[in-house]
């Protein structure tokens, strides 16, 4: 797995529509949830294309961080519906608990 020494790579991996680089990204290791939620959030409202949207909201719910909940209720608003499952399944996801580092299956 690689090792993200910079967001703003990781970031252009996670947005990247290569499934490959999604993948090695979102279970590679990841830059700490408190530098990456605001450029999440800022990613948000830059992209409109219900997938992104889709992967960006799943990270937020595996932020740990209830301050997003917010965010995540706003897209519960969208006109996309898989934008509006992503957006339950990550607000389900932070109540879960579910953590920011991910295990490789």
Known sequence: MPEYISLKKWL????DEDATAFEDAYWGQRPSARDTIPEIIK????HSEPYTKGKLIELLGES??????PYLEK???SVYE?????????????NRGDKWEKEPN
């Open 75 to 77: 897209e519960l608003d």
């Open 82 to 94: 898989e934008v509006r499952n992503w957006a339950k399944l990550a607000i389900d996801a932070l």
């Open 64 to 69: 740990e961080d209830k301050s997003v909940v």
């Open 43 to 46: 990613l948000l409202n830059i």
């Open 12 to 15: 252009n991996d996670i947005v």
